[in-house]
């Protein structure tokens, strides 16, 4: 950082995210407790931290830690399971 006429410049934040794409797009969980593997690619800023949702908890339930989570089928139905990075 430099001294400017406006007083100290701060250093450059983070870079932005510019995309989040999650692998595998689809999985079919056909019984409850069954499981499948997420991960999620962070464009822009792969440090970014992940935060994952699923749309319909009652249906299937997600657990996540950074780029990779866990999909956990609960009842018969569709969840849209969703990772945000940066913000």
């Known amino acids: 950082?430099?001294?400017s006429p406006n007083g100290p410049s701060q250093?450059?934040?983070?870079?932005?995210?510019?995309?989040v794409v999650v692998t595998p797009a689809t999985v079919n969980l056909t019984a409850p407790e069954q499981?499948?593997?997420l991960t999620a690619?962070?464009?822009g800023n792969p440090a970014a931290p992940v935060t994952w949702t699923s749309s319909a908890p009652?249906?299937?339930t997600v657990s996540g830690n950074g780029t990779t989570a866990t999909v956990t089928a609960v009842a018969a139905g569709t969840a849209t399971i969703s990772a945000d990075a940066g913000g």
Not at 11 to 19: D, E, K, L
């Open 1 to 3: 950082a430099t001294d």
């Open 11 to 19: 250093p450059p934040g983070p870079a932005a995210v510019t995309s």
């Open 35 to 37: 499981t499948a593997a």
């Open 41 to 43: 690619t962070v464009q």
């Open 58 to 60: 009652a249906i299937a």
